[in-house]
């Protein structure tokens, strides 16, 4: 900022200066004048930090992919370290991105400063002064490095990705060469490879046993203490393991009939845990091995492998047992007798010994340098030894017997479809290994193993998630039952808890099935660190990049900003604005829109660091806007309204409002819509649009204060000034009606029936209205009584002329009670036939009789006198 000020204060004093030289050559007319003035020398070319750092860096990667390219050649039969350069490509890669990224804002000024300085002049032109030349020749020189850079950051990525593509054809052909390597098996072979066994077993015991007497000798301290800390590892481990899990993994031998769900669960947990234990301590004995300086380098191998061999046979022992159960078969998990569990399960671990100690021999061969052939011929054994064991499991009979389900009776044999896939793959063995190809044969039989077992594992686990997902089955299990004990949780909570217990089970099942098949198919561990590391990081969606570490970290900053937005608006409600006395609309108001504000930030945080250029939303944002114009406008009308009802607050919670056909109190206003609840309990939700845009009543709007109205009739009888002092003295003695201002009495009107009256009067709370208008109501009518002033009722004559000769109603009557008396008197019957009308008319006139005196009823109740 220094050096822009300084130059714009030198530019206007050229300018100025310049001015007035040829102002002064102007008004002399005289020879032009020489006016020497100092001008600055043109500032140095210097690069920027940013770009200093940027050569540096390219410097040293292009140097980088030279020795990539070099290693590369040496170590193509070494998977391992193949693995290893192409993560060191991978990251050489990725840097070259960097160097874009930071001199970004580089550019950006010098682009800025440029369209400050503006174009040069054209031809014709007055010239600029030299420090702006300067400066913009020199900023177009740093633009140009700049871009020179970018060129060569680009040329160094390419190079990398490309080297990184060679890696892996490479790693490609190495693992076909190594499965379809073929050997011919002959005679041959065979005895040079018996004649090596002994110079493999003398170089063997003479290396580890030197090994063994020099450990002994002097690093017998070293061992017992690594010995007495593995040893306290695996109590502490054990004894944890069972402490806190035991309930999951032990099984109730006197539970004759345990559930499905229980079963499965119990399966995976004891393949699951146990194996975790035992991985952990086989961990810490090799870390104190190291640590006590026990091992020697051409035994480290050996050591890991068989470490890793026992782990693998402790591994398959435990899936063995979990699903065959030989000892338990009430937790057995196939339908396969007693006598077939006890079969299979040595025949299963059998493979997994043979397959484990092939592995530690082709490690101690390669340790030991012994020939090729000796490899062969150990590696043809392992896999003619497996292919037996697969066809004696073909050739077991261990299915329950469907007559008699009962699994302690002999078994059946197979599914053809199972025995058949036995015996295929026992007899495929032997021929592929006699055929030369014993690389290939013994991976399929490493895989049929190892594989095999993670497969069942994951299928198990998959099976126990989908069980203790099921409505109504995790509240069957043990952690079901603890936690319901322990929290008294409801059915439905239990429900939701069985749902995330499924989730989580799957998802454990495929973070620890996933890599551990992917490492037994050949690929290393920092293949799937890579491939975990681009899910995460670097998703690509055409030109679109997501990353799932940048969304899970917006989310959760979204959710923190939420949770402290929610807890701002606590305090400021509850200890700021209710010390303050402040209105309980007004409170609400600001709590809303603090609330709103709020998560408005926390989403803007939220998106930016999901890396989630605003910019790009524009497209989207003038997308929004035509769908707003057409089928949104409804919803922005009601988002307008609802933010001017929270700033104007022409009504606040808890004010009662009269909208339309509706009328309550306020119960909520959002954004989008008000809750009012009627007196009845019912919650209306009303549109903010309608609230603005139609009238509404608001009973509390300034305050509280409301008027009640009681009407009163009285007789004509009565004297109207007495009425007058009446009310007002029972208006003046109610508690709660006010005397300033002072209740007032109106005689309204002459009625059709009363004199009519009308008592006003004011309360300070218009929510007491219904109750001291009753109130007063009492008090009025107990009153009038005393007085003996009557409250009349509505009253009407009615006339009714009935027949077409004009009989009255008298007649009638008169006609009606002379029939009556005929029919009592049986002399007068035969004067009554002859000079009173028919029955068939009298019934009519009886009729017409009845109508009318209904009519007299109904119109004395409803009339007014």
Same mark, same amino acid.
């Given at each position: 900022?220094?050096?822009?000020?300084?130059? !714009?204060?030198?530019?206007?004093?050229?300018?100025?200066?310049?001015?007035?030289?040829?102002?002064? +050559?102007?008004?002399?007319?005289?020879?032009?004048?020489?006016?020497?003035?100092?001008?600055?020398?043109?500032?140095?070319?210097?690069?920027?930090?940013?770009?200093?750092?940027?050569?540096?860096?390219?410097?040293?990667?292009?140097?980088?992919?030279?020795?990539?390219?070099?290693?590369?050649?040496?170590?193509?039969?070494?998977?391992?370290?193949?693995?290893?350069?192409?993560?060191?490509?991978?990251?050489?890669?990725?840097?070259? =991105?960097?160097?874009?990224?930071?001199?970004?804002?580089?550019?950006?000024?010098?682009?800025?400063?440029?369209?400050?300085?503006?174009?040069?002049?054209?031809?014709?032109?007055?010239?600029?002064?030299?420090?702006?030349?300067?400066?913009?020749?020199?900023?177009?020189?740093?633009?140009?490095?700049?871009?020179?850079?970018?060129?060569?950051?680009?040329?160094?990525?390419?190079?990398?990705?490309?080297?990184?593509?060679?890696?892996?054809?490479?790693?490609?052909?190495?693992?076909?060469?190594?499965?379809?390597?073929?050997?011919?098996?002959?005679?041959?072979?065979?005895?040079?490879?018996?004649?090596?066994?002994?110079?493999?077993?003398?170089?063997?015991?003479?290396?580890?046993?030197?090994?063994?007497?020099?450990?002994?000798?002097?690093?017998?301290?070293?061992?017992?203490?690594?010995?007495?800390?593995?040893?306290?590892?695996?109590?502490? =481990?054990?004894?944890?393991?069972?402490?806190?899990?035991?309930?999951?993994?032990?099984?109730?031998?006197?539970?004759?009939?345990?559930?499905?769900?229980?079963?499965?669960?119990?399966?995976?947990?004891?393949?699951?845990?146990? +194996?975790?234990?035992?991985?952990?301590?086989?961990?810490?004995?090799?870390?104190?091995?190291?640590?006590?300086?026990?091992?020697?380098?051409?035994?480290?191998?050996?050591?890991?492998?068989?470490?890793?061999?026992?782990?693998?046979?402790?591994?398959?022992?435990?899936?063995?047992?979990?699903?065959?159960?030989?000892?338990?078969?009430?937790?057995?998990? %196939?339908?396969?007798?007693?006598?077939?569990?006890?079969?299979?399960?040595?025949?299963?671990?059998?493979?997994?010994?043979?397959?484990?100690?092939?592995?530690?021999?082709?490690?101690?061969?390669?340790?030991?340098? &012994?020939?090729?052939?000796?490899?062969?011929?150990?590696?043809?054994?392992?896999?003619?030894?497996?292919?037996?064991?697969?066809?004696?499991?073909?050739?077991?009979?261990?299915?329950?017997?469907?007559?008699?389900?009962?699994?302690?009776?002999?078994?059946?044999?197979?599914?053809?479809?199972?025995?058949?896939?036995?015996?295929?793959?026992?007899?495929?063995?032997?021929? +592929?290994?006699?055929?030369?190809?014993?690389?290939?044969?013994?991976?399929?039989?490493?895989?049929?193993?190892?594989?095999?077992?993670?497969?069942?594992?994951?299928?198990?686990?998959?099976?126990?998630?989908?069980?203790?997902?099921?409505?109504?089955?995790?509240?069957?299990?043990?952690?079901?039952?603890?936690?319901?004990?322990?929290?008294?949780?409801?059915?439905?909570?239990?429900?939701?808890?069985?749902?995330?217990?499924?989730?989580?089970?799957?998802?454990?099942?495929?973070?620890?099935?996933?890599?551990?098949?992917?490492?037994?198919?050949?690929?290393?561990?920092?293949?799937?660190?890579?491939?975990?590391?681009?899910?995460?990081?670097?998703?690509?969606?055409?030109?679109?990049?997501?990353?799932?570490?940048?969304?899970?970290?917006?989310?959760?900053?979204?959710?923190?900003? =939420?949770?402290?937005?929610?807890?701002?608006?606590?305090?400021?409600?509850?200890?700021?604005?209710?010390?303050?006395?402040?209105?309980?609309?007004?409170?609400?108001?600001?709590?809303?829109?603090?609330?709103?504000?709020? %998560?408005?930030?926390?989403?803007?945080?939220?998106?930016?660091?999901?890396?989630?250029?605003?910019?790009?939303?524009?497209?989207?944002?003038?997308?929004?806007?035509?769908?707003?114009?057409?089928?949104?406008?409804?919803?922005?009308?009601?988002?307008?309204?609802?933010?001017? =009802?929270?700033?104007?607050?022409?009504?606040?919670?808890?004010?009662?409002?009269? +909208?339309?056909?509706?009328?309550?109190?306020?119960?909520?206003? &959002? !954004?989008?819509?008000?809750?009012?609840?009627?007196?009845?309990?019912?919650?209306?939700?009303?549109?903010?649009?309608?609230?603005?845009?139609?009238?509404?009543?608001?009973?509390?709007?300034?305050?509280?204060?409301?008027?009640?109205?009681?009407?009163?009739?009285?007789?004509?009888?009565?004297?109207?000034?007495?009425?007058?002092?009446?009310?007002?003295?029972?208006?003046?003695?109610?508690?709660?009606?006010?005397?300033?201002?002072?209740?007032?009495?109106?005689?309204?009107?002459?009625?059709?029936?009363?004199?009519?009256?009308?008592?006003?009067?004011?309360?300070?709370?218009?929510?007491?209205?219904?109750?001291?208008?009753?109130?007063?109501?009492?008090?009025?009518?107990?009153?009038?009584?005393?007085?003996?002033?009557?409250?009349?009722?509505?009253?009407?004559?009615?006339?009714?002329?009935?027949?077409?000769?004009?009989?009255?109603?008298?007649?009638?009557?008169?006609?009606?009670?002379?029939?009556?008396?005929?029919?009592?008197?049986?002399?007068?019957?035969?004067?009554?036939?002859?000079?009173?009308?028919?029955?068939?008319?009298?019934?009519?006139?009886?009729?017409?009789?009845?109508?009318?005196?209904?009519?007299?009823?109904?119109?004395?109740?409803?009339?007014?006198?």
């Amino acid at each position: 900022m220094r050096l822009n000020r300084l130059i !714009v204060f030198m530019l206007a004093a050229l300018l100025i200066a310049a001015g007035g030289a040829r102002a002064q +050559t102007s008004s002399s007319k005289s020879a032009p004048v020489a006016i020497s003035s100092p001008v600055s020398p043109a500032p140095e070319v210097q690069a920027s930090a940013a770009v200093v750092a940027a050569q540096e860096k390219l410097a040293s990667s292009e140097k980088q992919v030279a020795k990539l390219k070099a290693q590369l050649e040496e170590s193509a039969t070494d998977d391992s370290q193949l693995v290893d350069l192409k993560v060191t490509a991978e990251a050489l890669a990725r840097s070259m =991105l960097d160097i874009g990224v930071s001199l970004r804002p580089r550019i950006t000024e010098i682009k800025a400063r440029i369209d400050q300085l503006g174009a040069a002049p054209a031809e014709g032109e007055p010239a600029e002064p030299e420090v702006i030349v300067a400066e913009r020749a020199r900023l177009a020189e740093e633009r140009a490095e700049i871009n020179a850079l970018t060129g060569r950051a680009e040329t160094v990525s390419l190079q990398a990705n490309e080297i990184g593509d060679q890696i892996v054809g490479a790693r490609r052909d190495l693992f076909a060469n190594t499965l379809f390597k073929r050997t011919e098996i002959t005679p041959t072979l065979i005895a040079d490879a018996f004649s090596a066994t002994g110079n493999e077993w003398s170089q063997l015991s003479r290396t580890y046993g030197s090994w063994a007497t020099f450990v002994w000798k002097f690093k017998r301290q070293a061992l017992l203490g690594s010995i007495f800390f593995s040893l306290l590892a695996a109590l502490v =481990l054990i004894a944890g393991a069972y402490r806190l899990f035991g309930g999951l993994i032990i099984r109730d031998a006197d539970n004759e009939d345990p559930p499905y769900t229980s079963r499965l669960s119990v399966a995976f947990w004891s393949i699951i845990i146990p +194996t975790m234990a035992m991985t952990l301590l086989a961990a810490l004995v090799f870390a104190l091995m190291n640590s006590f300086a026990i091992l020697r380098a051409d035994v480290t191998p050996v050591i890991q492998s068989l470490i890793a061999m026992m782990l693998g046979v402790y591994f398959i022992s435990k899936l063995a047992r979990a699903i065959l159960a030989p000892k338990m078969p009430a937790w057995r998990l %196939v339908n396969v007798s007693n006598g077939g569990a006890r079969v299979l399960f040595p025949l299963v671990v059998a493979m997994a010994v043979i397959n484990g100690l092939d592995y530690v021999e082709d490690v101690m061969s390669n340790s030991l340098g &012994s020939p090729v052939v000796l490899t062969v011929m150990k590696g043809f054994i392992s896999v003619f030894m497996m292919a037996l064991v697969l066809i004696a499991m073909a050739l077991v009979k261990p299915m329950v017997p469907k007559t008699s389900g009962d699994p302690s009776e002999p078994g059946q044999p197979w599914p053809r479809i199972i025995s058949r896939t036995l015996l295929v793959a026992g007899i495929g063995l032997m021929v +592929t290994a006699l055929l030369g190809y014993v690389g290939l044969a013994r991976f399929a039989a490493t895989q049929i193993v190892v594989t095999g077992g993670i497969l069942t594992t994951m299928y198990i686990g998959y099976l126990s998630g989908q069980a203790v997902s099921e409505a109504g089955s995790f509240a069957n299990t043990t952690v079901g039952r603890w936690l319901q004990a322990r929290y008294k949780l409801s059915l439905m909570a239990l429900d939701q808890c069985g749902l995330g217990a499924g989730l989580l089970i799957n998802l454990l099942v495929l973070l620890m099935g996933v890599p551990l098949i992917l490492l037994q198919w050949g690929f290393q561990i920092q293949d799937i660190e890579i491939w975990f590391y681009r899910l995460m990081t670097d998703i690509r969606i055409g030109g679109i990049t997501i990353s799932l570490v940048g969304i899970l970290f917006g989310v959760v900053m979204f959710v923190l900003g =939420l949770i402290a937005t929610r807890w701002f608006q606590r305090w400021l409600d509850g200890s700021v604005m209710a010390r303050g006395r402040m209105d309980t609309g007004v409170r609400n108001s600001i709590k809303t829109g603090i609330g709103y504000l709020g %998560v408005a930030v926390a989403a803007l945080i939220g998106i930016s660091v999901a890396g989630i250029d605003l910019s790009s939303l524009a497209l989207v944002a003038g997308a929004l806007s035509l769908g707003i114009g057409f089928g949104l406008q409804n919803i922005v009308s009601n988002f307008v309204s609802g933010l001017i =009802l929270l700033a104007e607050r022409p009504f606040k919670v808890g004010d009662w409002v009269v +909208t339309g056909s509706t009328e309550g109190f306020v119960k909520k206003i &959002s !954004v989008r819509a008000t809750e009012i609840e009627t007196f009845s309990r019912q919650s209306i939700i009303v549109p903010n649009s309608e609230l603005i845009n139609a009238p509404v009543g608001n009973w509390t709007h300034r305050n509280k204060l409301g008027r009640v109205d009681v009407p009163v009739g009285v007789s004509y009888d009565a004297d109207p000034r007495r009425v007058i002092e009446i009310l007002s003295e029972i208006a003046r003695g109610h508690e709660l009606v006010l005397n300033n201002p002072e209740p007032s009495v109106h005689f309204v009107n002459f009625g059709d029936s009363s004199l009519d009256f009308e008592l006003k009067a004011h309360v300070a709370d218009v929510l007491d209205g219904l109750s001291v208008r009753t109130e007063l109501r009492l008090r009025i009518f107990e009153r009038l009584k005393e007085e003996n002033i009557e409250i009349p009722f509505p009253q009407r004559d009615l006339n009714i002329k009935l027949g077409e000769g004009g009989e009255t109603l008298t007649t009638l009557v008169a006609d009606l009670s002379d029939d009556d008396a005929a029919t009592d008197d049986p002399s007068a019957k035969s004067k009554a036939s002859v000079s009173k009308p028919s029955a068939h008319t009298l019934r009519k006139r009886r009729a017409a009789l009845k109508a009318g005196q209904d009519s007299m009823e109904g119109d004395s109740g409803e009339g007014d006198r």
